[in-house]
């Protein structure tokens, strides 16, 4: 009786060791394909959470909002960031405000600049979006950033 009787070799599995590791580097690769998609979401995870309720802004926030505003220091096409108050201040024309939430809706990154064109940009993904609609321009993300116009009456800020 042979010793070896009990070890599959490739003989007796029709499998060759070169087929094997061909298979196993496949199931890996396929492994951490799945791993990266699911770690940039999509689907029931494009919305995240810690947005500003642009509804129900605090005092401080709208106070915020309103100095700003009459500072003139914004551009129009430009951009100021509150990160105190998970926001970002846009002018897309002369006599026009909007206030939009600082949180990307794909992963929850906090929006901290405004590139060349005016896109408002995630960090973490790279995600862009139009600072007077808020409607994303580049993805990963696929949702709008909630935006809200701003109303100054007598150096007071108000959300509609």
Known sequence: MDPTDHLDTPARTGLGRRAFL????????????????????????????????????PEQAQATIGQTVQSGKIPVGGATFLPESGLILTRPAQQEYRVLSNVCPHAGGKIDRQDERGRLVCPLHGSQFDPATGKALVGPASQPLPVRPVAIHHGTASIG
């Open 22 to 57: 061909r298979g196993a580097g496949a199931a890996l690769t396929a492994g951490v394909s799945i791993t990266v998609i699911t770690a940039c979401g999509g689907g029931k995870n494009d919305e995240a959470t810690g947005a500003a309720d642009l509804d129900a802004l």
